[in-house]
């Protein structure tokens, strides 16, 4: 399994931005996937995931509101739509995926992780 984020780039503080990620080597359906962010000299957060029973998605607090998390299996893409972005939202962005269940927020229960995009927000 492969994982290949994009989408990312320079945004104004209030603009949007939509990453992409693409799966490849498997169908998307049974993966749980995410997506975490990683700014400089901070740990790697949780920002949003979509179970692979795909029963509710999963938010941080931090960007309920503004961003959606949506998936497409027929294309093995997910995607987040981000919104009313803040300089806080710079980051590189990763996805993740895992088959099954999992502690969606815990990035340790991950087994596949994309290369990152970056996201820069001009205030």
């Known amino acids: 399994v492969q994982l290949q984020a994009s989408g990312g780039g320079l945004v104004q503080a209030g603009g949007s931005l939509r990453l992409s990620c693409v799966l490849s080597?498997?169908?998307?359906?049974?993966?749980?996937l995410a997506w975490f962010r990683q700014a400089p000299g901070k740990e790697r957060e949780f920002v949003a995931a979509s179970p692979w029973s795909g029963t509710r998605t999963y938010y941080a607090d931090s960007v309920k509101g503004r961003f959606t998390f949506s998936r497409e299996n027929a294309k093995n893409t997910v995607y987040m739509q981000m919104n009313s972005l803040k300089p806080e939202d710079a980051a590189i962005y990763y996805c993740?995926?895992?088959?099954?269940?999992?502690?969606?927020?815990?990035?340790?229960?991950?087994?596949?992780w994309g290369q990152g995009t970056l996201v820069t927000v001009s205030s």
């Open positions: 993740a995926a895992v088959a099954g269940p999992v502690r969606v927020k815990e990035k340790a229960d991950y087994d596949y």
């Open positions: 080597g498997h169908t998307l359906s049974p993966y749980t």
